[in-house]
């Protein structure tokens, strides 16, 4: 008798939908024989990365031969310093993707239970699904995080809670207020893991303070990532802040270098890089307000949002949509497996590619370039 892969592999995984990451430009072109297209679809920094990253990468180059600082001391320290938390508060990863991972190795069993909302980041969903773990999901209101729901939704078997704030795919966040209230709340007996990857995109006034929980205690993970305002999502460099015996167990159970020498050297330049990321931040707002004003005069109706990131009803098919603007050398992101047929999430680029962005959708819906 012969056996299948199909039988060797954990039944968890049958059904498993793989992440479908933005298209890369190169990819794009070489497809459809296109050249100077524009990804707008991974939420990015248009700007790139801070020009400081870039001097410590080209600084860090000759120690290559060299295995990495396993934990990532020097920048764990740089993280304390500035966040206010203790070196042993965090934990690095291979992008905030990876503790995510960790979080559900760490933790989840078959049986238990992992409460998010429906239409969060992906990951959460996968996370739960691969661990065998009972997904309970709880619709969006009104685009934003339903945090009475999920509060409602928490029962003696739930282990975890996944909240990402500002949220993707829909850039909305909840007032800071009511979300440490949430925070309150949540049973201490359950870990909530805060994905905090657009955290430095909320203007000032409208950041909670969850790291407060953190120090007292509370069994709590707070996700930042360099792959967003910092620029650097090729290094793939996440950290987590959660009180020391919750990184520990991730610490345990992390890859002996699960992060590179190039990700650690360049993240602490990038921390460093506050002018880099006040130009990033206001770049960020100006394209929004273009964008949201252009697609308004298109008759579009973008969701009010706080991220790098618009989500926009198109009132027709978003796949269709996506791949017309594609062959335009436009690359968005349809969202249809979030629940959201009709709408597109359009990272917000340079003002160049807003406006590119703006000309390819009104030459497809046959209405007056808004320029
Ligand atoms: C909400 C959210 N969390 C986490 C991530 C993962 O980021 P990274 O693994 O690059 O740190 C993303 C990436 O798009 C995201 O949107």
Known sequence: MTRRLEDLTSPYLSGLIPYVPGKPTEEVERELGISGSVKLASNENPLGPSPKALAALQAA????????????????????????????????GNGSNELLEL???????PGDEVVYAEQAFVVYEMVAQTSGAT????????????????????????????LANPN?????????QALETFLADVPPEVVVVLDEAYYEYLPEGERPDALRF????????????F???????????????????????????????????????GAIAALTDTEHVARSRAVNEAGRRLLTEGLARL???VVPNVANFVLVDVGRSGAATSDALLR?????????????????????????????????????LGKENPG
């Open 227 to 265: 792959s967003k305002i910092y620029g650097l999502a090729g290094l793939r460099l996440g950290y987590g802040m959660g009180p020391a015996p919750l990184t520990a167990i991730l610490h345990r159970l992390r890859a002996p270098f699960n992060t590179n020498a190039l990700a650690q050297a």
């Open 61 to 92: 180059l000759p120690e290559l031969h060299r295995y990495p600082d396993g934990p990532g001391f020097r920048l764990c320290q740089a993280l304390a310093r500035h966040w206010g938390v203790a070196a042993d508060m965090l934990v690095l």
């Open 328 to 364: 335009r050398g436009v690359i968005v992101r349809p969202v249809a497996g979030y629940g959201f047929p009709n709408h597109l999430r359009i990272t917000i680029g340079t003002p160049e590619e807003n406006t590119r962005c703006l000309a390819a959708l009104a030459a497809l």
């Open 168 to 176: 993707n795919p829909t850039g909305t966040a909840v007032p800071p």
């Open 299 to 301: 008759g579009l109706r």
């Open 214 to 225: 953190v120090r007292e205690g509370r069994w709590l993970l707070v996700l930042r990532t």
């Open 103 to 109: 979080v559900g190795r760490a933790f989840l069993v």
């Open 135 to 162: 997904r309970v999901r709880v619709p969006l209101k009104d685009f934003t995080h339903d945090l009475d729901g999920l509060r409602r939704a928490i029962t003696p078997k739930t282990k975890l809670v996944f």
